[in-house]
Every structure is written in structure tokens, then in C-alpha cells.
């Protein structure tokens, strides 16, 4: 079976306690056992719970850290990343992010996973990154991306959202991943 690596977005605010932390964790020891590689920006919240599911599943973590939020906030990679890969600059993090998934899948977050998506929306839109499915995590994301879409459609093109998936929860996020190529 060819390897493959899945890219998660979401909150690096998240705390153990809160059950999306869990929903995090589960998704990532699900990925793990389906033979994927989980990788993430390698810190705490989301990015860590997915990497503790996956690593606790028998599975890899990739976790594309940034110098640049080292020094600024005193983050350091999770103890969950089994291959750490040191970035400078936070748009060289995300170049790996997008560039070696296969697929992206958003789970909770705020400004920064908004942002992440954004990035990543864009590049694949102006051909800077290869079209990849993006997968987003609850009914939230849908609510707000196609309340989007639909405002702005004047300004979208045909194909533009044809890769933007919704999934209501981890299950059938891992459906979908399951049937694409």
C-alpha cells in the first residue's frame, strides 16, 4: 500500500479537557490505523492530539514546526511527533503543509486555521500548490464556508470550491477520504 500523509489543520488553544481535543485524538489514532501519516504543525492543542492518537495507533507524525513561533511564543514541538521538520518562516511551514498532503483535513480552530485555510485555498486556486481535497470537520465549517461561497460568488469561479468538502463529523470525513484516488 502506497503511504500516504494527511495535513490537519485546526486550534493549537485546545486543552485536554474539552471533548474536541478527544475528537482530534480519535481522528488522528483513526488515520493511523488506516495506514495514513499524520501531520500537523507539530504544537499543543489539535496538532497534538491527533499526532497522540496516531502515535498510540502505531502510526507516524510529521510536525512542520516554525522558529519563528519558538521565539515569539515559547511553543515547542508535541511529544508526539515522530519526524520533526524545522521551518524559519511561517510560509515555508505552510508550503510543506499543503505541498506533501495528499489531502487536508480542517478540524476546530480560529483565526490562525482560518488563515491556514486561506493560504491554502488560494495557492491552489492561483496554481501555486496541487489541488488536493479539503475536507472540513462539522457543521460549523459548512455553515460558514458555503454562507461565504454563496456571498461571494461573484467573485469564485467555476471549479474554484469543487474540492471543498464537508464532513458533520470524524466518521464520515473518513468515509470520504476513504473513496478518493
Keep these: 500500500m502506497l503511504h500516504r500523509t ?3 489543520f485546526g486550534s493549537s488553544k485546545v486543552e485536554s479537557e474539552h471533548p474536541v481535543y478527544r475528537e482530534a485524538y480519535d481522528l488522528g489514532k483513526m488515520l493511523a490505523e488506516m495506514g495514513y501519516t499524520v501531520m500537523s504543525g507539530g504544537h499543543a492543542g ?4 491527533a499526532s497522540h492518537g496516531a502515535v498510540d495507533a502505531g502510526g507516524e507524525t510529521i510536525g512542520v ?9 515559547g511553543v515547542r514541538k508535541n511529544d508526539w511527533v515522530t519526524t520533526e521538520i524545522q521551518t524559519t518562516k511561517l510560509t515555508e511551514r505552510m508550503c510543506i503543509l499543503i505541498n506533501r498532503a495528499d489531502a ?3 478540524v476546530a480552530g480560529g483565526v490562525g ?4 485555510v486561506g493560504l491554502a485555498w488560494a495557492g491552489m486556486q492561483g496554481g501555486e500548490f496541487v489541488r488536493k481535497p479539503f475536507i472540513f ?20 469561479r467555476d471549479g474554484d470550491t469543487d474540492f471543498l468538502l464537508f464532513a458533520k463529523d470524524n466518521a464520515q470525513a ?8
Design 174 to 181: 473518513l468515509k470520504m477520504l476513504s473513496t478518493l484516488k
Design 104 to 106: 487536508i483535513l480542517v
Design 113 to 116: 486555521t482560518v488563515g491556514e
Design 46 to 49: 489539535i496538532m497534538e492530539a
Design 137 to 156: 470537520i462539522g457543521d460549523e465549517w459548512k455553515d460558514a464556508m458555503q454562507s461565504f461561497i454563496a456571498k461571494m460568488r461573484e467573485y469564485i
Design 65 to 73: 514546526t516554525c522558529e519563528l513561533l519558538k521565539k515569539k511564543y
Design 6 to 8: 494527511i495535513t490537519l
